[in-house]
């Protein structure tokens, strides 16, 4: 898109840019020619990608260290961003559980529930005035394909992604007169640290997506929300799975996955 600086830069604010997607985003809104402001917890990862983002691609980049899981964390990005003329906040950071609902620690889902759900809520109501008052600008939101229907042995993790979706749904309609587009990406199974970091062995995942290519397809779409599920593959999955009757969509996926909590073979 010719216009994609002039209409979402000067600067771009990108959530979990420390790895996988939030990183890929990181870079291809530099290649774009946008200034960062990059966001999540290891402030050493933050500092080499913007070292090398700067290097790389003449745009300037601050780091911000927040922890997501505190309440108070969109406040921390709305004041440290007061100054700058933010067109794009990509509210990507998210993490997951797999397993036995009743298996999950309870801290953890609380955990999630805020940096999930309670973060890009908050961070869309903070940045909204700012970007309506320029007239122009963009939100996109990471949800997952696992946001499009309950997904069994992910239960709270789902429940979080379809949180994400409907606000982003919700948004892109208040948002449209005001010149500000609203994508909300669904990504399948992408390479990065998420599975990991979910007890999940990354050699068991199928139909895995580069975190490059799942950022940039998001990025050319921004115009073509609501929604858009970035993997072709997972794409067809979910549409045969959404067009079935609910249970027995969900008992195939149940079917599925059962005695395998761990053995994801679709995406996070
Ligand atoms: N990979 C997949 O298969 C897949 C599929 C669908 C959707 N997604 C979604 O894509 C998004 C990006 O995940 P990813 O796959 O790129 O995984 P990842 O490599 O684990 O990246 C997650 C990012 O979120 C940040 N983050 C997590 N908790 C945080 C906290 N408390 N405070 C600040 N930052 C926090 C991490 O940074 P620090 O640890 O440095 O804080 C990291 O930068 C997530 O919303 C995920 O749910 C992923």
């Not at 309506?132 to 229907?149: A, M, Q, Y």
């Not at 970091?197 to 921004?222: S, Y």
Request: proline residues 5%.
């Amino acid at each position: 898109m010719p216009d994609f600086k002039e209409r979402y830069g000067p600067v771009a604010l990108v959530t979990g840019a420390s790895s996988g997607i939030g990183a890929a985003f990181a870079e291809a809104l530099a290649a774009r020619g946008l200034n960062l402001v990059l966001v999540a917890r290891r402030v050493d990862r933050l500092q080499e990608l913007a070292g090398r983002l700067e290097r790389d691609h003449g745009v300037g980049v601050e780091v911000c260290p927040v922890d997501l899981a505190r309440p108070d964390a969109a406040e921390r990005m709305l004041s440290a961003t007061a100054a700058l003329d933010v067109g794009l906040v990509v509210s990507n950071a998210g993490f997951g559980m797999k397993g036995d609902h009743a298996d999950n620690d309870p801290l953890a889902m609380a955990e999630m529930l805020q940096v999930n759900c309670n973060v890009p809520m908050q961070l869309t109501r903070g940045f909204a005035p700012r970007l309506r008052e320029r007239g122009r600008g963009g939100f996109i939101l990471t949800s997952s394909v696992e946001g499009l229907i309950g997904c069994p042995y992910s239960a709270a993790y789902s429940a979080t992604k379809a949180l994400v979706k409907s606000l982003g749904e919700a948004l892109w309609a208040e948002l449209q007169p005001d010149g500000i587009d609203v994508l909300t990406v669904c990504p399948g199974a992408t390479e990065s640290e998420a599975a990991a970091r979910a007890g999940v062995d990354p050699a068991t995942l199928r139909n895995v997506m580069k975190a490059e290519d799942v950022a940039e397809l998001a990025l050319d779409n921004i115009r073509n929300g609501p929604t858009f599920v970035s993997s072709e593959h997972y794409r067809a999955t979910f549409d045969k799975l959404l067009s079935m009757p609910r249970r027995d969509a969900l008992m195939a996926m149940a079917a599925g996955m059962k005695g395998s909590a761990t053995d994801q073979n679709r995406g996070g």
